[in-house]
């Protein structure tokens, strides 16, 4: 029988995502698209006609794992459904077709772009005849538009009467910055925006749909732009979406992140006063040596903006530890920094050789057991920060976006400003949103207690 669109002879689907929160939005988008043809979304260890790897490859670690999901899927489907189709796609995918083919039982290989043509190239696997693997992996440097994509959720789980309130809203892909350390434009390729009509379309659909709060993601999300708007223009239109209670921005390159964007969030209730800013590294040397576009006074004027007009908002940063020629007085000046700096939170990432990138190229490469040690000197640090903007918290009353109940009377979920808070609710929430006076802080969360009865609307009496 085809594997037509239309009548699909696969019925079950299941996915595999690595890498970054973008790729688990988009993963989330196809599976939209799959259940949108009738198809059945089944968790990736269950029997399944058809399992799809969204691979990832900013690093060598990243590659690595790409490969060993690949191994284990068509191990998993030749033992729980021999008839099944193996679909290996994205970014590693983009980079390496050819190795990401040459794995036995991998059925078909889609780039970057590609992914979104899923349901129907699938016609083109019918059967296991000798020209299988299929690759369709095209130039993703001619790139020009944005590919559309739908609505990518995270839902509440059952037990919230809302039901999903939360959804991932892809704006932009690809960028045009081209870092020393990073393959992601060769990956995903140059930037394009997503239409602010196609946006604002959406943002209303999601709200219909039930949908309250909305997080902006994108490549370089910054860089988005149309007919002179810019990225704070989008930022502000959506903000004036009727129901839409919070909108929070993925990440934001700190020479992008303008005056108007952090005054546009100081006024907006509705808009999270987080910022996710990546640092990278804190001297100027190997600032240069990376390809960032700012120094490190730069890096600090943009955070003093932000605590001045909003001094309780969540500022979290990308910090790169072993980049080559990173000295033993690189990596101090880089651990004071992150010390002294008002960050609320740190992602730190060892350096990863990529074949490819200008860094690949620079003499000096820091020893891998050094590079370990230095990252868990910065994850101390991190962890140190966590627990010190938490207690500072202490006494405040934030508005809290719950997400689940923990199975022990009590449920979690994330203030306004990014910090996890765990409630006794002996209930279901009419409503996820709800202010929460911060009381103490243990197990790694914040403990609170809500400011009025569960399930009363605000204003109510």
Same mark, same amino acid.
């Given at each position: ?126 059967? #296991? ?9 095209? #130039? ?21 009467? !809302? ?144 605590? !001045? ?58 020893? *891998? ?45 994330? !203030? ?9 609710? *002996? ?11 911060? !009381? ?22």
């Amino acid at each position: 029988m085809t594997i037509a669109k239309d009548t699909p002879a696969i019925r079950q689907v299941s996915f595999n995502t690595l890498g970054c929160k973008l790729n688990q939005a988009e993963t989330d988008a196809i599976a939209t698209l799959f259940r949108r043809r009738g198809w059945q979304v089944v968790p990736f260890r269950q029997e399944s006609d058809l399992t799809v790897i969204n691979t990832c490859t900013v690093t060598g670690e990243a590659d690595a794992k790409s490969r060993q999901a690949i191994r284990q899927a068509i191990r998993r489907a030749a033992r729980t459904s021999p008839q099944g189709k193996v679909v290996v796609a994205g970014c590693y995918s983009q980079i390496r077709p050819e190795e990401a083919a040459s794995f036995e039982g991998v059925d078909l290989v889609l780039g970057t772009r590609e992914k979104w043509r899923i349901l129907d190239l699938l016609e083109q696997i019918e059967g #296991n005849g000798p020209d299988l693997p299929l690759i369709h992996v095209g #130039n993703i440097g001619v790139a020009e538009t944005y590919d559309e994509a739908p609505l990518v959720s995270a839902p509440i789980p059952s037990g919230c009467r !809302t039901g999903r309130t939360r959804a991932f809203l892809k704006v932009q892909e690809g960028c045009d910055y081209h870092c020393s350390y990073c393959i992601v434009p060769a990956a995903r390729g140059l930037g394009r925006s997503r239409p602010l009509e196609s946006c604002l379309e959406e943002v209303c659909r999601l709200v219909a749909e039930g949908y309250r709060e909305v997080v902006l993601t994108g490549v370089n999300i910054g860089t988005w732009q149309e007919k002179g708007l810019r990225f704070n223009d989008l930022l502000a239109a959506m903000s004036r979406v009727d129901g839409l209670r919070r909108i929070r921005v993925s990440s934001i390159e700190p020479n992008l992140l303008t005056d108007e964007i952090i005054r546009l969030v100081a006024e907006r209730e509705n808009i999270a006063p987080h910022f996710h800013v990546p640092l990278q590294h804190a001297s100027d040397r190997v600032l240069k040596a990376m390809r960032r576009r700012y120094c490190i006074a730069d890096y600090r004027a943009v955070l003093e903006r932000i605590v !001045t007009a909003i001094p309780d908002a969540a500022i979290g940063a990308d910090v790169m530890v072993g980049f080559p020629g990173e000295t033993e007085k690189d990596f101090r000046q880089l651990a004071g920094t992150l010390t002294d700096l008002p960050l609320t939170y740190h992602h730190i990432f060892r350096y990863s050789e990529r074949s490819s990138t200008a860094a690949s190229h620079i003499i000096g490469a820091v020893d *891998p057991v050094v590079r370990k040690e230095r990252s868990a000197v910065l994850r101390e640090i991190s962890r140190q920060r966590r627990r010190q903007v938490a207690r500072r918290s202490i006494g405040q009353t934030r508005q809290v976006h719950f997400e689940r109940p923990d199975g022990n009377g009590s449920w979690e979920g994330l !203030t306004d400003n990014y910090l996890r808070v765990k409630v006794p609710v *002996p209930m279901a929430l009419d409503d996820p949103f709800q202010p929460v006076q911060l !009381t103490g802080y243990g197990n790694s969360a914040l403990l609170g207690r809500l400011s009025r009865p569960a399930g009363i609307p605000e204003g109510a009496s």
